[in-house]
């Protein structure tokens, strides 16, 4: 298809480059058949740099061709082919609206928030979601958590599958057939633990080397459709002095990521903290900005920035590539992540779960 | 196994990571596999090898499920909770104190924070199944001498109760290692240092700092903030560490500052947004300004109470949820 591809276009030392255009090598068609030894002597390059310039294009312009499959699709096609990707599900209607269809699958997206803003309680959530089978509109699959700070309780993580189980019951009530319930029978507490894979890391180089090992732990366990990093900051917050490290870092693991994310048909999501942010013009104090640095902003494909307003739980999608920046309120019940109107059930239900504690008398 | 040098993999690339000088795991994963493979000279596909074998060495275990963690199987350290001697205030924790992360207890001053310290190391040295980790405290005093005084009424208290359980000559003071640091050097040295010898001479299952303000809010000047939130960061590394190494709560008080805004005065806890990232649960204690009536058995017949109140912030596993109490000779009690 394409022996017009110029040389200059590779990735090779510039001083190659000028010695191969000084010997009027231009494009690929003129490097063809061409021995290594042949190309030295034409172009004054040594014999091993020469070979080197011969792989380095064999191998670019082989890559090339592979992915030019890849390249024959048009943006119809990508688009058809993004709008049959399912979303994972939050269990708060207006998040998932705010998002599209939920958290979405191939994609990186970010929470970031205050602390007890509810990201883990969020982290938790779309866990246990990822696992609801597909005829009660989940993806039934399952989950890499990668625990960072050690707040993966398990406790409320049962709380949360609970009212989950509960939920699919009550849809299995209004529309009851056959194969509602078979899932049904399916679907326990055990079940739903075993499909999350839990990692403990307590420092940055434990994180990378989970992260190395990821595609070949998806490649085993095809079920995987979500991985959960909960922090990304932490490990990168204490006592970490080299910043270009860290940098470093953090661009090469969002790299590994995002291909994951797109090679296994994944959904990524990291949570990230909030660090103040002095404005520079002048007194004008201080606002909130997310941690890790202004390039770790370009590493993610969504941004979701949960915070308070009042004494209300607000999502702010701030950085989509689809959908438009807005804001929804959502609540943290017992249940985990909900709207917050509620249906009455539900508010029944946590009124009795609150009254003893919240209006105790005073003798 | 802690370097790359004793890994099992073939004797090639041993020796060229050995020649560039690759001498620890962190280097290894670090560096991108191009630049790994222009420094050793190995293959890419070389690399790779050496790349996951480090890794599964960094990880260790395989990954469990959430089944296994919740039923306390695998090699992880399974949660312990530390009771806090008060039913009420148990059951709003469900259970106590985690053996996780950093527990925070904040609170304007004379709200109890101290107090609620003081009970936590005794019942830290009951047996498990009364809610304690069996075992002893060490508490970090930063502000004033440690109230010795208070502990010895307080005690006195605690051994009505579980005479039963501890055996009648015993001494919950004996337990307490108390340790007075002034500034953040001697703090640092304290948990860096001596707190590892503490623990390996003696059992200790619980780490109180009484206060983490004191130190870091006097000393530094406005634009050393920074430095403030290096050294807390520090510090606060060091005790996960003693933390998780053991499996123990670490519990930190931290005081209040005031935060004007549009509705008025609002009490925030101190130390900013730096110490807020770091600590995994929050719990706030406030005065009210209702009163109940003590009936004691001391001489004075009736003292009135302050009732105060206990406030989860934010908690992983918690709901945020209220719980009055009372403070009175034995300690603080919940009042229903």
């Given at each position: 298809m394409d022996g017009q591809r110029e040389l200059c276009t590779f990735p090779l030392a510039p001083n190659h480059k000028m010695k191969l255009s000084a010997a009027g090598f231009l494009t690929i068609q003129d490097l063809k058949g061409i021995e290594p030894a042949q190309l030295g002597k034409d172009t004054g390059l040594s014999l091993e740099d020469s070979e080197g310039v011969l792989n380095t294009v064999n191998v670019a312009d082989k890559m090339h061709w592979k992915s030019g499959a890849r390249c024959g699709l048009s943006a119809l096609d990508l688009l058809q082919e993004e709008q049959s990707l399912p979303g994972i599900i939050t269990f708060s209607e207006k998040v998932d609206q705010m998002l599209g269809v939920g958290v979405q699958l191939c994609k990186v997206t970010e929470l970031c928030g205050e602390p007890g803003v509810g990201k883990t309680q969020f982290c938790l959530q779309l866990a246990v979601d990822i696992q609801i089978p597909t005829v009660f509109g989940g993806l039934h699959g399952e989950a890499v958590y990668i625990d960072t700070e050690g707040s993966f309780i398990t406790e409320r993580l049962a709380d949360i599958i609970a009212a989950t189980i509960r939920h699919c019951e009550h849809i299995a009530q209004m529309e009851p057939n056959e194969e509602l319930l078979e899932h049904l029978k399916s679907l326990t507490m055990q079940h739903m633990l075993t499909g999350i894979h839990y990692y403990r890391c307590y420092n940055y180089v434990q994180l990378l080397a989970i992260v190395h090992l990821l595609p070949a732990f998806l490649k085993n366990h095809p079920k995987v459709k979500l991985v959960i990093i909960d922090s990304l900051a932490a490990p990168f917050h204490?006592?970490?002095?080299d910043f270009s490290l860290r940098t470093r870092i953090l661009t090469s693991m969002a790299q590994s990521l995002v291909k994951m994310a797109a090679e296994f048909k994944i959904s990524v999501v990291l949570t990230n903290k909030m660090t103040t942010k002095l404005n520079s013009s002048g007194d004008n104090g201080a606002h909130l900005v997310p941690a890790l640095g202004e390039s770790w902003g370009h590493a993610c494909t969504i941004r979701v920035n949960l915070h308070w307003e009042g004494d209300q739980r607000r999502a702010w999608l701030?950085?989509?590539?689809?959908?438009?920046e807005t804001t929804v309120p959502y609540q943290i019940t017992t249940g985990g992540i909900r709207d917050i109107i509620m249906e009455e059930r539900n508010q029944a239900q946590n009124a009795e779960d609150e009254t003893p504690v919240k209006q105790q008398k005073l003798s | 196994m802690s370097r790359p040098t004793q890994l099992d993999l073939i004797p090639r690339i041993l020796s060229a990571i050995n020649r560039a000088h690759l001498d620890s795991f962190e280097s290894i994963l670090t560096l991108s596999n191009a630049d790994i493979s222009r420094i050793t000279g190995l293959s890419l596909s070389e690399v790779q090898t050496l790349k996951t074998k480090v890794a599964e060495n960094v990880v260790g275990v395989t990954s469990m499920t959430a089944l296994d963690l919740h039923q306390g199987k695998g090699d992880l350290m399974q949660i312990c909770k530390l009771s806090t001697g008060c039913a009420q205030i148990d059951e709003a924790l469900r259970g106590g104190i985690l053996s996780r992360g950093i527990t925070e207890i904040t609170g304007e001053s004379a709200s109890g924070k101290t107090q609620l310290c003081l009970q936590l190391a005794l019942t830290v040295q009951l047996p498990q199944a009364n809610g304690g980790l069996q075992g002893g405290v060490a508490y970090i005093c930063t502000e004033d001498a440690f109230p010795s005084k208070r502990l010895q009424q307080m005690t006195q208290g605690f051994m009505k109760v579980h005479r039963q359980t501890m055996g009648s000559d015993y001494r919950p003071g004996n337990k307490i290692f108390i340790e007075h640091v002034a500034d953040y050097d001697m703090l640092l040295t304290c948990v860096n240092l001596r707190l590892p010898l503490l623990f390996a001479s003696t059992c200790v299952r619980l780490i109180i700092v009484d206060s983490v303000t004191a130190v870091f809010r006097?000393?530094?000047?406005?634009?050393?903030i920074y430095k403030r939130s290096k050294h807390l960061s520090s510090l606060v590394s060091q005790l996960l560490a003693l933390g998780s190494q053991h499996n123990i709560p670490v519990v930190c008080i931290n005081q209040v500052s005031s935060s004007m805004n549009k509705t008025g005065r609002q009490l925030i806890p101190a130390l900013g947004l730096a110490w807020s990232n770091m600590i995994m649960t929050r719990i706030m204690l406030s005065r009210t300004n209702q009163t109940i009536a003590l009936h004691d058995s001391g001489i004075d017949g009736r003292i009135e109470a302050t009732v105060r109140q206990l406030e989860v912030?934010?908690?992983?596993?918690?709901?945020?949820v209220t719980v009055p109490y009372i403070i009175d000779r034995d300690g603080i009690k919940g009042i229903t």
């Amino acid at each position: 298809m394409d022996g017009q591809r110029e040389l200059c276009t590779f990735p090779l030392a510039p001083n190659h480059k000028m010695k191969l255009s000084a010997a009027g090598f231009l494009t690929i068609q003129d490097l063809k058949g061409i021995e290594p030894a042949q190309l030295g002597k034409d172009t004054g390059l040594s014999l091993e740099d020469s070979e080197g310039v011969l792989n380095t294009v064999n191998v670019a312009d082989k890559m090339h061709w592979k992915s030019g499959a890849r390249c024959g699709l048009s943006a119809l096609d990508l688009l058809q082919e993004e709008q049959s990707l399912p979303g994972i599900i939050t269990f708060s209607e207006k998040v998932d609206q705010m998002l599209g269809v939920g958290v979405q699958l191939c994609k990186v997206t970010e929470l970031c928030g205050e602390p007890g803003v509810g990201k883990t309680q969020f982290c938790l959530q779309l866990a246990v979601d990822i696992q609801i089978p597909t005829v009660f509109g989940g993806l039934h699959g399952e989950a890499v958590y990668i625990d960072t700070e050690g707040s993966f309780i398990t406790e409320r993580l049962a709380d949360i599958i609970a009212a989950t189980i509960r939920h699919c019951e009550h849809i299995a009530q209004m529309e009851p057939n056959e194969e509602l319930l078979e899932h049904l029978k399916s679907l326990t507490m055990q079940h739903m633990l075993t499909g999350i894979h839990y990692y403990r890391c307590y420092n940055y180089v434990q994180l990378l080397a989970i992260v190395h090992l990821l595609p070949a732990f998806l490649k085993n366990h095809p079920k995987v459709k979500l991985v959960i990093i909960d922090s990304l900051a932490a490990p990168f917050h204490h006592d970490f002095e080299d910043f270009s490290l860290r940098t470093r870092i953090l661009t090469s693991m969002a790299q590994s990521l995002v291909k994951m994310a797109a090679e296994f048909k994944i959904s990524v999501v990291l949570t990230n903290k909030m660090t103040t942010k002095l404005n520079s013009s002048g007194d004008n104090g201080a606002h909130l900005v997310p941690a890790l640095g202004e390039s770790w902003g370009h590493a993610c494909t969504i941004r979701v920035n949960l915070h308070w307003e009042g004494d209300q739980r607000r999502a702010w999608l701030c950085k989509s590539p689809s959908q438009a920046e807005t804001t929804v309120p959502y609540q943290i019940t017992t249940g985990g992540i909900r709207d917050i109107i509620m249906e009455e059930r539900n508010q029944a239900q946590n009124a009795e779960d609150e009254t003893p504690v919240k209006q105790q008398k005073l003798s | 196994m802690s370097r790359p040098t004793q890994l099992d993999l073939i004797p090639r690339i041993l020796s060229a990571i050995n020649r560039a000088h690759l001498d620890s795991f962190e280097s290894i994963l670090t560096l991108s596999n191009a630049d790994i493979s222009r420094i050793t000279g190995l293959s890419l596909s070389e690399v790779q090898t050496l790349k996951t074998k480090v890794a599964e060495n960094v990880v260790g275990v395989t990954s469990m499920t959430a089944l296994d963690l919740h039923q306390g199987k695998g090699d992880l350290m399974q949660i312990c909770k530390l009771s806090t001697g008060c039913a009420q205030i148990d059951e709003a924790l469900r259970g106590g104190i985690l053996s996780r992360g950093i527990t925070e207890i904040t609170g304007e001053s004379a709200s109890g924070k101290t107090q609620l310290c003081l009970q936590l190391a005794l019942t830290v040295q009951l047996p498990q199944a009364n809610g304690g980790l069996q075992g002893g405290v060490a508490y970090i005093c930063t502000e004033d001498a440690f109230p010795s005084k208070r502990l010895q009424q307080m005690t006195q208290g605690f051994m009505k109760v579980h005479r039963q359980t501890m055996g009648s000559d015993y001494r919950p003071g004996n337990k307490i290692f108390i340790e007075h640091v002034a500034d953040y050097d001697m703090l640092l040295t304290c948990v860096n240092l001596r707190l590892p010898l503490l623990f390996a001479s003696t059992c200790v299952r619980l780490i109180i700092v009484d206060s983490v303000t004191a130190v870091f809010r006097g000393e530094y000047a406005g634009h050393e903030i920074y430095k403030r939130s290096k050294h807390l960061s520090s510090l606060v590394s060091q005790l996960l560490a003693l933390g998780s190494q053991h499996n123990i709560p670490v519990v930190c008080i931290n005081q209040v500052s005031s935060s004007m805004n549009k509705t008025g005065r609002q009490l925030i806890p101190a130390l900013g947004l730096a110490w807020s990232n770091m600590i995994m649960t929050r719990i706030m204690l406030s005065r009210t300004n209702q009163t109940i009536a003590l009936h004691d058995s001391g001489i004075d017949g009736r003292i009135e109470a302050t009732v105060r109140q206990l406030e989860v912030i934010f908690a992983p596993h918690l709901t945020n949820v209220t719980v009055p109490y009372i403070i009175d000779r034995d300690g603080i009690k919940g009042i229903t």
